[in-house]
């Protein structure tokens, strides 16, 4: 995430509430308000069981377990409106590439439009325009750790403009994140990748399946023995012919936006390692203070 947003030019002197100041507070404090809105239908969702869900027989192995998690956290879209709430609320985030842009805060234009274009592209690009989207238990998980990071962030920059630091806040901004990333990145990638068509049918991939394919076949005997003779050989060499058969099958055309959704599934994880990394720094910094804040065992931060 960028840095606390604070009118330009202040510096560590406690400034006066000045009309950019109190516009920067009632934004923060809005975000704030809508996104726990969103985290209180999520969570209300979540603990809500499912009709047709059969939660008495319990799991005896993991893709049981998995199945059934799957099942309970399947349709949070049409929840008390949940989705429809989500893309506006989202949508708002535009507002702080503006601030930037403006010099209302001291963020990177760059670093916040493209936090601001992945999270926009995930609700317009991806979850407005495929409508099966609206049942996958990805969509839940990413609501939830997009509520809950929101629900976290901007009261934080909201005390921040007031140069006052909470540390309950503070602490769970610096915490949260090691969870929330992944698990909200993670969801966002995804959930896009499950909406384009089988990789196999990607031009030129059937193409290179079939010379692999036919490459294997070639193999000396004794070679394929050995391949098949262990789990990760048989393993392998089905998916070459399942690959294979999804290939000749046809029928799949791919449009230029799935082809960009495509793409971006695998820009996701550096950017991903970038903004994790940045945090872990951020992180350290607040702990090596407040260490530095601890004399003769009192916390002086607090």
């Known amino acids: 995430m960028s840095s606390p947003p604070r009118p330009t030019g202040e510096t560590g002197r406690k400034a006066g509430l000045t009309p950019v100041k109190v516009y920067l507070l009632a934004f923060n404090l809005l975000s704030a308000a809508l996104w726990a809105r969103l985290l209180v239908i999520t969570v209300w969702f979540i603990v809500t069981p499912r009709a047709g869900v059969n939660y008495a027989a319990v799991p ?10 799957s099942d309970h956290l399947s349709g949070s879209y049409d929840f008390h409106q949940l989705g429809y709430h989500t893309k506006y609320t989202q949508s708002l985030a535009v507002l702080e590439v503006v601030h930037a842009a403006l010099g209302l805060v001291r963020s990177p234009v760059g670093t916040v439009a493209s936090q601001v274009a992945s999270r926009l592209w995930a609700v317009w690009g991806v979850v407005e325009l495929v409508p099966e989207t609206h049942t996958n238990p990805l969509f839940t998980t990413m609501l939830l750790a997009w509520s809950i990071t929101e629900t976290i962030r901007y009261p934080f920059y909201f005390f921040a403009l007031l140069n006052k630091a909470i540390y309950a806040i503070d602490f769970l901004r610096y915490n949260t994140f090691l969870v929330l990333y992944p698990l909200g990145a993670g969801s966002e990638a995804f959930l896009s990748f499950s909406t384009v068509p089988p990789l196999a049918s990607l031009p030129y991939v059937p193409r290179f399946i079939n010379a692999f394919h036919d490459i294997v076949h070639r193999l000396p005997v004794s070679v394929a023995q050995k391949i098949l003779h ?10 070459i012919a399942r690959a294979r058969a999804a290939a000749e099958s046809g029928g799949y055309i791919w449009t230029p936006i799935q082809l960009v959704r ?12 970038e903004l994790y990394t940045y945090m872990l720094g951020q992180r350290r910094k607040f702990f090596r203070k407040q260490k530095g804040k601890t004399v003769a065992g009192v916390n002086k931060s607090r």
């Open 230 to 239: 262990t789990a990760p050989g048989r393993s392998f060499l089905v998916a």
């Open 60 to 69: 005896t192995t993991v893709g049981g377990a998995v199945q059934l998690l």
């Open 262 to 273: 495509l793409a971006l599934f695998f820009v996701w994880w550096p950017a991903l390692f």
